[in-house]
């Protein structure tokens, strides 16, 4: 099958762009593991890359530097192989005058893939490269891609740097994992077609990793599809979450203690909660990782309404680890098929409700779109007031605060059928609603927005109460 960049089109203009500046560029390429970084640079600049070196982990500098110099043989061709470099000065020194020596009109494109596995502790990899970039790289036609799995290491260290490199980033992609109109799309190029239901369905367990998704055969239903992928011996995403975290964050314990933590928690949990809860050293660190988590795309920071920054809540967001804590680590004995029966239980049913709304989070453009305010401010949050003697505690899935005076109510089913609403359901959602503007008071208009798979059936208890109704083909947009 021939390799077709799908999706991907903001980012390919903005790596296009650097290309064909008439000045040096330095791209930054920040994305988590398996999120197609290196397939987006290889596509976009085939045949246009003069070097490129990919990190490993885990192996010394010494290594490291005997890659560099076979890839730099590997792409100058000459008769006697380059000798390994003494250290990193050393190195960049080699490109300078393989680079002199051989006069090219059209602008030079250098790739470094996985920099913090090239960049450790005692290397002084980012000291050489902010040298070579303000001696040499940033005089001439040069376009330097940086890329890298782990999200935060990249911000703090290259975006955030204050020595050499500081100020020096001319363009920064971070590049997200595909939505559902992307999946729709990729899954298509690959022949695979699925009806939306059976794409929701794939998402809320893999979430939109071109690599995981790369494994979904057609003529396969979701729930064939996700046993074979997660649940038989050979299956891509069988151990996937063993390697996952270790593989972009040193000491990773408390980034793994932490997604266990919030994977428990539907209304996500504080800072301090988390400290409490989790066993989690206070101070600092706690924060760091956090930080690191979510600027990753693993977890997502929200306010909840009215709430100000010190309440932050964290919210466990990356599908795949949440689908691995719920089913997969302690039924990783099932049987091949056995996920089909499996999945028809009450904990499958539990799951696949906050797995929805985490999909409706990630899709909240798709879903302002539908409601026609693409255009409108609006800040979202979460809704969640603990029950007292006098009444009874609920939670808000999604508040829609917009700043034309109105408030969308978001309320999230996920059902495998077009859905109608019964009385005690109705009742429930009244009920909310009171409750909702008795708590904060609000003057504005409040919309019940009902979003499920399937249309709302009208009947004698939706009418008059809910506002708005959207199928899951709003995602799709």
Not at 273 to 294: D, F, H, P
Request: proline share 3%; aromatic share 12%.
């Amino acid at each position: 099958m021939q390799q077709v960049l799908v999706g991907r089109k903001l980012e390919f203009e903005v790596l296009n762009k650097a290309l064909n500046s008439p000045e040096p560029e330095m791209v930054a390429l920040i994305g988590r593991r398996r999120v197609g970084k290196t397939f987006l640079v290889r596509q976009t600049l085939a045949g246009k890359i003069d070097f490129e070196l990919t990190g490993e982990q885990n192996i010394e500098m010494r290594q490291q530097l005997q890659n560099f110099a076979d890839r730099l043989t590997l792409h100058n061709k000459p008769k006697i192989p380059f000798q390994r470099p003494n250290n990193w000065h050393e190195a960049f020194n080699m490109l300078i005058t393989w680079f002199d020596a051989d006069k090219k009109p059209q602008k030079r494109v250098l790739f470094f893939d996985e920099l913090p596995w090239l960049a450790t502790r005692r290397s002084d990899f980012l000291p050489a490269l902010g040298y070579f970039w303000n001696s040499w790289a940033s005089q001439n036609n040069v376009m330097l891609v940086i890329c890298g799995s782990a999200a935060s290491w990249m911000i703090q260290n290259i975006v955030r740097d204050r020595g050499g490199l500081y100020n020096r980033i001319t363009r920064r992609i971070h590049l997200q994992p595909f939505n559902l109109a992307e999946t729709e799309a990729f899954l298509i190029h690959r022949g695979v077609r699925l009806d939306r239901y059976q794409l929701l369905q794939i998402y809320m367990a893999l979430g939109g990793i071109p690599h995981y998704l790369k494994e979904v055969e057609g003529g396969k239903t979701a729930a064939q599809n996700i046993d074979q992928i997660c649940f038989s011996p050979n299956g891509l995403l069988t151990d996937e979450f063993q390697q996952l975290y270790p593989a972009l964050f040193e000491q990773a314990d408390n980034h793994i203690k932490i997604i266990r933590l919030l994977a428990r928690s539907r209304q996500g949990m504080t800072r301090t909660e988390i400290i409490e809860q989790g066993e989690v050293a206070n101070g600092g660190n706690t924060s760091k990782v956090l930080e690191e988590l979510e600027s990753s795309g693993f977890i997502t920071g929200f306010y909840a309404f009215g709430k100000k920054k010190k309440e932050m809540r964290f919210r466990l967001t990356d599908e795949y680890s949440l689908f691995f804590l719920k089913f997969m680590e302690e039924n990783n004995n099932l049987e091949r098929g056995s996920w089909q029966t499996f999945s028809q239980n009450q904990s499958w049913k539990s799951w696949s409700g906050y797995a929805f709304e985490n999909l409706a989070l990630r899709h909240l453009p798709q879903i302002k779109k539908a409601l026609g305010i693409a255009a409108v401010y609006t800040e979202s949050s979460s809704f969640f007031q603990r029950g007292n003697d006098q009444q009874a505690g609920f939670q808000i899935d999604l508040l829609i605060d917009r700043n034309d005076h109105a408030i969308n109510v978001c309320e999230l089913k996920f059902y495998s059928e077009e859905l109608i609403l019964t009385k005690a359901m109705a009742t429930a959602m009244r009920q909310k609603i009171a409750y909702f503007k008795a708590a904060t008071q609000t003057k504005k208009q409040i919309f019940l927005t009902l979003i499920s798979p399937f249309p709302l059936i009208s009947n004698e208890h939706s009418v008059g109460l809910v506002d708005v109704s959207l199928t899951m083909d709003a995602f799709f947009e």
